[in-house]
């Protein structure tokens, strides 16, 4: 399966517009010793979709005493990365260059 293929698949949606699940499989790397790290697998993974992250209830009391944050562009597509979301609700990044299984297929770049 060839990664563009992967990124087609990972992007798909269904008919509410909620993610479909994915089995994934990647390599971490390591910036400081420039090596590659360890083999990480997330079953039943999900691309975050932005609208997850829009739905939080805005308070304005909590807004009053915090500063004003500008949030920051992930630039995801310059940066090849993409944020999944795992079935606990916990969200990663991953790099795409470093993806080697998907959906048990081997990733061919």
Do not use: C, S, W
């Not at 509410?16 to 790397?29: L, Q, V």
């Not at 909590?62 to 944050?69: G, P, S």
């Not at 998907?102 to 061919?108: L, P």
Request: hydrophobic share 35%; aromatic share 12%; proline share 4%.
């Amino acid at each position: 399966m060839f990664l563009r293929q992967v990124l087609e698949e990972i992007k798909k949606t269904d008919a509410k517009g909620d993610a479909i699940p994915f089995d994934i499989e990647f390599r971490t790397y390591n910036r400081n010793n420039k090596m590659g790290g360890v083999l990480k697998r997330y079953e039943k993974a999900k691309l975050l979709i932005g609208k997850k992250l829009k739905g939080k209830p805005f308070i304005d009391a909590e807004y009053f005493y915090r500063e004003v944050r500008v949030r920051k562009n992930p630039n995801h597509f310059n940066n090849r990365t993409r944020n999944i979301e795992l079935p606990g609700g916990q969200i990663k990044k991953i790099n795409i260059l470093f993806i080697t299984k998907f959906n048990n297929h081997e990733v061919i770049y």
